[in-house]
């Protein structure tokens, strides 16, 4: 993955990892400048730069967390090999813990310097444990930009980044985005809590008494994130009307209001015991295999129970629950049960997939194993999905085609008609258009020989404004039929617009 922040923001490239759960480390150049950002599992765990001044020594130097001898002693062992951190800790200059808060701080500091790039180049290479354990701390991923953003103080910059005054913005259907963990000031919640259904940015620049550079830094940290979504006018109306996600149902705290967090040893409060106690209780009806079971509800629920239960429960089970000290051994656990939450509700959302899975009886659905009649479940229900998908397509209802396209790529990872359907839709969204490219490619080492495959990575990368890596897919498809009209004008076109 590579590119250039001329095409897209920092923010937008940082976000696609985030939701794809990539791991490795994403390197930035602009001129003399050097960055990089490194991920695990879709969370960002370390941030460095080639500027001396942009050290972590520097940075408590400058906020007297540590006195001149203490860095010289720190920066002297660094140099024999010992990280400037462990350094500090062996002296006992600062504890794990507030090591561990600086660093979190450092990290916000660091890319409030650089998210505002709007030029230089990036590379993002895949890989795992590439920063040592010690300085890999992940934090929330929402808080990390709210952190950043109140240090970034250009309101025009902020508000270019977050799509100008006519921006339409709401909150992202998403449960994965939307239930992240953030602390908000209290003025930011006032701002935030007002947000209902879409709004133009100009509109949510006159809800509060805040000042404009205030609310500016809010908006580019939660669109930055994913919190907020960004909207076209013919895409708006239908999220108006079908949707009235507000601020009261998200997984923040407001920071005068924010209760202690217990340190080990300390007895849990009630609240916490009984979160432990329904991660756990979940866990096991989950092993059962069967959908209802997990959404506590029997087969013959109302579908808008199982939508309110679906909600419920993401926001409970949410990974970002792991950063409190009282649920960090259980988040691998939560991890597991959002994907699994997230695969049921797919399956009983829709009327056709849930008749599906109702034929199943209940003791056919449970056990680790996959079954025979599992399997043609699953096989049912990718053909009906594409099935109806198209329908959505011939109606450009996009969003419903995009939604029953998703979930039957996860069944069927291998099919190039849902693939080409899909991609061509994430197509329509520079959100999205580069993950679409990513996955296509990956999808053509495997399937070399799928023409169409080849002619549309070279349109979605001519639509990066990726022109050498359009006209090299296009070539491809070439050389699997040379008779192509479409191939042909495509080249013909990228010929004229090559500088």
Known sequence: ???????????????????????????????EEERQVFFEGGEIVHVSSSDPAERIGQFLLARKAIGPDDYAHALTEARHGLLFGQALLSRGVLANADLEE???RFRSWLLSRFLPWSDGAYIFQSGRGLVPPSIASPSPYANLFLHAARQMEDAEQLLRDAGGEDQLVGFTANPRLLFQNFALTPEEYFVISRIQGILAVREILTLAPLPRLKVLQMLYALIASGVLERYDRAG??????????????????????????????ERLTDRQKWHREFILALQTRASSGDHYALFDLPQGAPQQDIHARFLEYSKLVHPDHGFQPHLADLRPVMQDLFARIEAAFNTLAESHTRAIYDRIAPEKRAGGKETLQQKLLQQEIVRKNLEKAREYLDREDWHS???????????DPDNSDILLLLAR??????????????????????????EDGWLLLAEIYRSLNLPLRARAAAERARDINPKNARTEELLRALAKEAP
């Open 425 to 450: 839709l994430e197509m329509k969204n520079p959100l999205w258009a580069r993950q679409a490219a990513e996955r296509l490619a990956d999808h053509l080492h495997r399937f070399p020989m799928l």
């Open 236 to 265: 708006a109306l239908e999220v108006q009307f079908n949707r009235g996600i507000s601020a009261a149902v998200l997984n923040l705290v407001v920071e005068a209001a924010a209760p202690a967090t217990p340190s080990p040893g």
């Open 1 to 31: 993955m590579l590119g250039h922040l001329s095409r897209e923001s920092l923010a937008e490239v940082l976000h696609s990892l985030h939701l794809a759960a990539h791991s490795g480390q994403l390197s930035l150049k602009r001129e």
């Open 102 to 104: 600086q660093l979190v």
């Open 401 to 411: 085609a995009f939604q029953l396209l998703r979930d039957a790529h996860r069944f």
